[in-house]
Nanobody, 121 residues
């Protein structure tokens, strides 16, 4: 099977920075898009940033200029560098990857377990 394991969350003061990582492992043939989502209490999960295999990126408007998504295809890992953090960025952050398993013809979406990011003074 495939697993996505996130790390790097925590508590940070407003204006601070955090770097999230998400490593995919298992019987992986190829990985297409990788993305970060977040879900704040009482709100729906929403996409924060997305990156294609070739490195093209897309961001939600509220994080443009502050967050940077990147990936290392040799390590099957996606990163989210978060700078100038604000209290409204507080949420559980999830990574997602569109993966073709070994022995499968079709890609599937896999999710990590989530990591808490809290921005507070």
């Amino acid at each position: 099977q495939v697993q996505l394991v996130e790390s790097g969350g925590g508590l940070v003061q407003p204006g601070g920075s955090l770097r999230l990582s998400c490593a995919a492992s298992g019987k992986i043939f190829s990985i297409n898009d990788m993305a970060w989502y977040r879900q704040a209490p009482g709100k729906q999960r929403g996409e924060v940033a997305r990156i294609t295999f070739g490195g093209s990126t897309n961001y939600r408007e509220s994080v443009k200029g502050r967050f940077t998504i990147s990936r290392d295809n040799t390590k099957n890992t996606v990163y989210l560098q978060m700078n100038s953090l604000k209290p409204k960025d507080t949420a559980v952050y999830y990574c997602s990857a569109n993966i073709v398993n070994n022995g499968s013809y079709f890609p599937q979406d896999f999710w990590g377990q989530g990591t808490q990011v809290t921005v507070s003074a």
